[in-house]
């Protein structure tokens, strides 16, 4: 079985200062991992993917995550926070079977972005 | 390509209705999924269909059932509407071809059930 815990409810920042938001996973094989990013009233829309290739995935819009195995850890950061990122981030562990997957959402984190 | 689809948008029920959620995708995957989203719950499954024919339950499947229409339709029915499924409910689709098990997500379904 798989979990997800991200670890804030709330990151509020200041336009312009870096962007932390944690990820701890638990998983019995290799995970794969990823953010999703849902802005209000819309869906939701993949911001990056780590497959255990590059410990070090970059996404869209400045982002990128850190997988680190020895953490059981996947945390998102951007150096410098715009408005247009003020949105519920969404950690997402996949299942391991083959030719389909579960998906298991940790309960998100709301980023809220300040002028 | 029009992605995920979902009918319809917004729905209002009285406890007791019931009702049909549809969604459709055009990227040919074999996988599709119906998620419920709660505040402060992340998104959680309640059916997936892995592949045409195929459907099993998720976490939540109570109140709920499905059919794997065709390869690019899987439906989410509500026999007896329950105001605890007053819920934002999204689909998703996933290929076989998409080795790294990416979904896809449609717009969403904001359904109320008084």
């Known amino acids: 079985a798989q979990s997800v815990t991200q670890l804030d409810s709330h990151v509020s920042v200041s336009e312009g200062t870096p962007v932390l938001l944690r990820c701890n996973y638990s998983?019995?094989?290799?995970?794969?991992l990823f953010w999703y990013v849902q802005h209000p009233n819309k869906g939701l829309q993949l911001l990056l993917k780590?497959?255990?290739?590059?410990?070090l995935v970059k996404g869209i819009n400045g982002f990128e995550a850190e997988f680190k195995k020895s953490e059981t850890s996947f945390h998102l950061t951007k150096p410098s926070a715009h408005m247009s990122d003020a949105a519920e981030y969404f950690c997402?562990?996949?299942?391991?079977?083959?030719?389909?997957?579960?998906?298991?959402f940790g309960k998100g984190t709301m980023l809220l972005v300040s002028p | 390509n029009a992605g995920v689809t979902q009918t319809p948008k917004f729905q209002v029920l009285k406890t007791g209705q019931s009702m049909t959620l549809q969604c459709a995708q055009d990227?040919?995957?074999?996988?599709m999924y119906w998620y419920r989203q709660d505040p402060g719950m992340g998104l959680r499954l309640i059916y997936y269909?892995?592949?045409?024919?195929?459907?099993d339950k998720g976490e939540v499947p109570n109140g709920y059932n499905v059919s794997r229409l065709n390869k690019r339709e899987f439906s989410l029915r509500l026999e007896s509407a329950a105001p605890s499924q007053t819920s934002v409910y999204f689909c998703?689709?996933?290929?076989?071809?998409?080795?790294?098990?990416?979904?896809?997500f449609g717009p969403g379904t904001r359904l109320t059930v008084t």
């Open positions: 269909s892995a592949s045409e024919g195929t459907t």
């Open positions: 998703a689709s996933s290929g076989q071809s998409s080795h790294y098990y990416e979904q896809y």
């Open positions: 997402v562990v996949s299942g391991p079977d083959p030719g389909y997957s579960t998906l298991t």
């Open positions: 998983s019995s094989y290799s995970p794969s």
């Open positions: 780590y497959t255990s290739a590059a410990t």
């Open positions: 990227m040919n995957h074999n996988s």
